[in-house]
């Protein structure tokens, strides 16, 4: 076991310094913290990685570090580059095997669904394990600096979480000039599928509190299943939903606004129905700034 | 004669009582809901909807008549389709087990609304989505799979071979789904909430489907209660008092699987209602089914009344699967019962 470590090494080792023959090669050890408190040590530079969850996949292309991916999460669809790159299983099929196969330096992944049998393994076959896992804004500006570190491009880095900070920070300050708190229901399952909302301690909501605006489900947590009857009588003004448009029949909001009893929401009654199905506010990344500005231009009808 | 007419007018004051609670159970139903209406506000939108005088408060109007009223008829009706069709499935297989989902009928009809979920199937402008077309396609599909295949091995269609087809089948089933769910794993949580059941949503387009099922169905079911009681005491007994037992046999059949199959395209799968319902409403009025077969109507629709409206309101604001609390309250209230009639029959 041990020789095969060692075996591994030295060819991880060959591999980086054919790659780094260009450029003077940095021999020497890093040590980052991953969000899970695991100390990882890396040898020089980081060249080949796969992300598994979609996130980290566009947060590596936000610091420029996009070309470092041989391999991806099935769910990462963003940007459109990402689709040609081989794609694994996640989430709870994560599959060891089709990740060695790519023979990574480093894989980015979650908490959610992998247990610790799976990361000892990637580690025993030479893969380094950084663990990303944010719940909120503060969390999604850490696992951009985490991985900013890892690729060696703290500042591309810093430039990403300094400008989603300067977004949210002039939103919100526009937001605080409108007296009226909008109030807003966030629908991620529609109907017929059973109701579901995103309440506190998701990234919506946390948007939505920013932005000045009141989720008229803050008071339940998380992602959760609730009454029709519930979302009549808290008349919400806005609605966003999250479902994507197949094609055919009615699109969202129209669905939303056809349902029999929905008529009378302020929401339906001044036609404020929004279809946000492009992730970017539900998924923990660079793009969170650009779904609050759609959900702020949505609320305030400016820029 | 005279003895039966005294049995059946001894019967009145049972279903007098069974109808009572049946609207009682729908009536508290209506009123009482994850947003609390005062019972004087209730009586007031029924009554403006029913004179026609425009609504004080359209928020509260449209929760009870747009949101409530409508899935309360729905529950009440499936719950009275499903256990009609548990207690025929019970006295036709002689197998106090026999029920819409241990055939396999439901599971059935549960895996069309999964592949039409996985496949985005549609059909533009129709009322009804796919998967509901697809769930009473495969209900129907499933039985008559079933029963080929139990005619292939048994060609006398014996019970317990039907049975035992209908549980492997659903075994089959139930790995489809699984695998269902691998290749669509973000169709998850839509798959999750048909093969859990839930009335949310319901329209009172459903409720008349349900209804008009329900009365065509019912009927047939009730008329046949004579050949039902002597499938009960054995096939070898109807046969001999000269019920033509295949033919028989098919009609009932054939009857349940669209019952349940319009049930399951309208509230997903609920489980336990066809088969607790009617050992309870046996006890009440023994094992006769002219008597049993309506009265388990009434039972299983304010059970089902019940079980919807404590799904409804137990986590309030949030909604649970109607199917958590049926298998929940129908396992502990079946061993009970059993509990207890075995001690006091010992």
């Known amino acids: 076991m041990k020789g095969k470590i060692w075996l591994i090494a030295v060819l991880i080792a060959l591999v980086l310094l054919c790659t780094g023959c260009g450029k003077a090669p940095q021999a020497q050890s890093r040590t980052v913290t991953d969000m899970k408190g695991r100390d990882i040590v890396l040898n020089g530079d980081v060249m080949r990685v796969v992300a598994l969850t979609a996130a980290d996949c566009e947060i590596l292309y936000a610091i420029g570090a996009g070309d470092a991916l041989v391999g991806r999460g099935e769910y990462c669809d963003y940007p459109e580059a990402a689709l040609s790159l081989p794609a694994v299983q996640s989430g709870a099929g994560t599959n060891i095997e089709q990740i060695i196969a790519l023979t990574p330096q480093v894989v980015f992944m979650d908490t959610m669904a992998q247990g610790v049998e799976q990361i000892e393994a990637l580690e025993a076959a030479g893969v380094r394990v950084v663990v990303s896992d944010a719940v909120d804004l503060e969390g999604v500006y850490e696992s951009v600096s985490l991985i900013g570190t890892v690729m060696n491009r703290e500042r591309e880095a810093t430039e990403v979480i300094d400008g989603m900070k300067q977004t949210f920070q002039d939103l919100s300050d526009k937001a605080a000039a409108h007296t009226d708190k909008p109030s807003v229901y966030f629908e991620i399952s529609p109907l017929k599928d059973g109701l579901w909302t995103a309440g506190a301690g998701t990234f919506m909501d946390e948007a939505a509190s920013l932005l000045g605006a009141k989720n008229v489900f803050g008071d339940v947590s998380g992602w959760a299943g609730i009454s029709e009857e519930q979302v009549i009588q808290r008349n919400p003004g806005y609605i966003v939903t999250t479902t994507k448009y197949l094609g055919t029949g009615p699109t969202p909001e129209q669905e939303i606004a056809g349902r029999v009893g929905w008529e009378h929401l302020s929401a339906v009654k001044d036609g404020h129905i929004l279809n946000l199905s492009d992730d970017s506010l539900t998924r923990p990344g660079p793009r969170l700034a650009d779904g609050a500005k759609q959900l702020f231009h949505f609320l305030y009808g400016e820029k | ?346």
């Not at chain 2, 001894?10 to 609390?36: D, E, H, P, R």
């Not at chain 2, 009960?232 to 109807?238: L, P, Q, S, T, V």
């Open chain 2, 1 to 346: 004669m005279e003895e039966k007419r005294q049995r059946e007018s001894y019967g009145l004051w049972t279903w007098i009582g069974l109808a009572v609670l049946t609207l009682a159970a729908m009536l508290i139903a209506v009123c009482v809901g994850s947003v609390s209406i005062p019972v004087g506000e209730c009586l007031r939108v029924f009554r403006d909807a029913l004179t026609g005088t425009e609504a004080s408060d359209p928020g509260t109007a449209s929760i009870l008549l747009a949101v409530r009223l409508p899935r309360v008829l729905c529950v009440a009706l499936s719950g009275a389709a499903l256990s009609v069709c548990g207690a025929a499935m019970q006295g036709l297989l002689k197998n106090p087990l026999a029920d819409g989902s241990t055939l396999g009928i439901s599971s059935g009809a549960s895996l069309g609304a999964a592949l039409a979920i996985a496949f985005g199937f549609q059909l533009p402008q129709l009322p009804f989505s796919g998967s509901m077309i697809l769930a009473a396609l495969f209900a129907f599909g499933s039985l008559i799979l079933i029963l080929s295949l139990s005619y292939m091995l048994d060609s006398s269609f014996s019970t317990n071979t039907i049975i035992l087809m209908g549980i492997v089948y659903s075994m089959f089933v139930s790995s489809i789904l699984s695998l269902v769910v691998t290749f669509a794993p973000d169709k998850l949580k839509q798959i999750t909430f048909w093969t859990m059941g839930s009335l949310e949503g319901s329209s009172y387009q459903n409720a008349l489907v349900l209804f008009v099922m329900l009365a065509v169905c019912g009927t047939v079911l009730i008329r046949l209660a004579e050949e039902l009681n002597a499938f009960a005491i054995g096939e070898e007994n109807a046969m001999n008092v000269g019920v033509n037992v295949k033919r028989v046999r098919l009609v009932i059949l054939v009857t349940v699987s669209l019952l349940i199959g319009t049930c399951v395209s309208i509230g997903g799968t609920i489980g336990f209602v066809g088969l607790v319902t009617p050992h309870i409403i046996r006890l009440l009025t023994g094992p006769n089914h002219r008597r049993l077969l309506p009265a388990s109507m009434f039972g299983g629709a304010a059970f089902l009344t019940l079980a919807d409206l404590a799904a409804r309101t137990i986590a309030r604001p949030l909604e649970l699967p109607i199917g958590v609390v049926t298998s929940f309250v129908g396992a502990i209230l079946f061993v009970l019962i059993y509990y207890k009639v075995g001690r006091t029959a010992r």
